[in-house]
T-cell receptor
């Protein structure tokens, strides 16, 4: 089955710890994204990657880091510099976004999410 | 003021009712308008998308875009308990249609 997997489903972090959230996709998508979702707020983009070995900051990148060494994988590290990391984290992927045809939309497919809680 | 405004609800309606969900936005450059459905503790899934203005229908769902009023709507006919979820609107302009701007989501409850 094609899709996006995220692990773990639940993660607990102590103050001062770095933690890494996993995201893997077998949809052969070039583009991958990380979002943060807080109650009462829309999804906010943390980082995105259009191609292997390249990624860009989104709106709320401070305190987070990513890598994109393989097409299938886009792990997110939540560092101790992120002061309020408790949230629901969503990974997504889409077909190449360099193709800009009016009217076409490169649907973003989402994983099941990881809920991170700071103890 | 947020770029995209969406009433978080919850919106509770009886089964079989017609549901209207709405978002307003401020950026006139937006051309892609999406509705995603998110069940509790799951990732969102694309329900419908519309390019530019007009209506789009898919089964019991109709998406409507009014660019002059900067207002989009999602209508659900003959609502079912399985439609109970959070509905998120998202939008983008042509040049960065991967950088979506999201509404806060409206929680919809369909009562049997």
């Amino acid at each position: 089955d094609g899709g996006i997997t995220q692990s773990p489903k639940y993660l607990f972090r102590k103050e001062g710890q770095n933690v890494t959230l996993s995201c893997e996709q077998n949809l052969n998508h070039d583009a991958m994204y990380w979002y943060r979702q807080d109650p009462g707020q829309g999804l906010r983009l943390i980082y995105y990657s259009q191609i292997v070995n390249d990624f860009q900051k989104g709106d709320i990148a401070e305190g987070y880091s990513v890598s994109r060494e393989k097409k299938e994988s886009f792990p997110l590290t939540v560092t101790s510099a992120q002061k309020n990391p408790t949230a629901f984290y969503l990974c997504a992927s889409s077909t190449p976004i360099s193709i800009k045809t009016p009217g076409s939309y490169n649907e973003q497919f989402f994983g099941p999410g990881t809920r991170l809680t700071v103890l | 003021q947020k770029e995209v405004e969406q009433d978080p609800g919850p919106l509770s309606v009886p089964e079989g009712a017609i549901v209207s969900l709405n978002c307003t936005y401020s950026n006139s450059a937006f051309q892609y308008f999406m509705w995603y459905r998110q069940y509790s503790r799951k990732g969102p899934e694309l329900l419908m998308y519309t390019y530019s203005s007009g209506n789009k229908e898919d089964g019991r769902f109709t998406a409507q875009v009014d660019k002059s009023s900067k207002y989009i709507s999602l209508f659900i006919r003959d609502s079912q308990p399985s439609d109970s979820a959070t509905y998120l609107c998202a939008m983008s302009d042509f040049f960065s249609n991967y950088q979506l701007i999201w509404g806060a989501g409206t929680k919809l409850i369909i009562k049997p």
